[in-house]
């Protein structure tokens, strides 16, 4: 079952929901520029869902640009992108047409047109404070198992850093597939780092380990790992 928490109650205002990191991604089935989704197209493969307030602003569009120029990124690591808000598919095919009209740059991915809210509501990414009907600026990184991996929350104001959501996308990948934790600052190819030991005969394996740069017994990495 989803977990989930509410929003401070605003008067006349429904609450909000939050997915939480490790439940399952909320079900939906929505109409987008690419046709009918449904968040069972994308098992098997990493997903970045990510909402915006609305089609032909300012900041919107920058952050759809840059989503844009590193879609192939994303797709080289098995990721898939789709955007959502509560604008229509033909405002979303008008905007996206004239983004690529003005800005050269084609929009390689779907956006949902959520009018009816559902998805926006199921992810919380409506929040009564910032906007009783547009949709703030939300990522969920969601694994191949819809699984929630990871929330970012940004205000109508502030747009995204899109290298950074890549980022982790890999740290995310790094630490499932080499079963480390990835330190602050980690990009591909830094040093990782391996859980506390929690016996002294692990103590003692990792005081003797030589492949391992060791500050403490608790604090280890291991050099270069994860290019």
Request: proline share 7%.
């Amino acid at each position: 079952m989803t977990s989930a928490v509410t929003s401070a109650a605003t008067p006349g205002v429904e609450s909000t929901r939050l997915p939480l990191i490790g439940d399952r991604a909320p079900d939906f089935e929505a109409e987008s520029t690419h046709g009918p989704v449904r968040l069972a197209d994308y098992a098997g493969r990493w997903l970045v869902l990510f909402s915006h307030p609305a089609d032909f602003t300012p900041v919107c569009t920058t952050e759809f640009v840059a989503f844009a120029e590193l879609a192939e990124e994303f797709a080289t690591r098995n990721v898939a992108l789709l955007g959502n808000s509560v604008d229509s598919v033909h405002s979303h095919l008008a905007w996206t047409r004239a983004i690529e009209d003005r800005l050269g740059v084609k929009i390689p991915f779907p956006i949902i047109a959520d009018l009816d809210t559902r998805v926006s509501r199921a992810y919380g990414m409506l929040h009564p404070n910032a906007s009783a009907t547009a949709a703030v600026r939300a990522v969920f990184v969601i694994d191949p198992e819809s699984v929630v991996r990871a929330i970012l929350y940004y205000p109508m104001n502030a747009g995204r850093m899109v290298p950074e959501i890549l980022r982790l996308v890999d740290a995310l990948q790094t630490a499932d597939r080499d079963g480390v934790s990835c330190p602050a600052n980690w990009r591909p190819g830094d040093d990782v780092l391996l859980g506390a030991p929690k016996t002294q005969a692990e103590v003692e394996a990792r005081l003797a380990d030589e492949r391992l740069k060791l500050v403490d017994w608790y604090l280890a990495s291991l050099p270069g790992h994860g290019a």
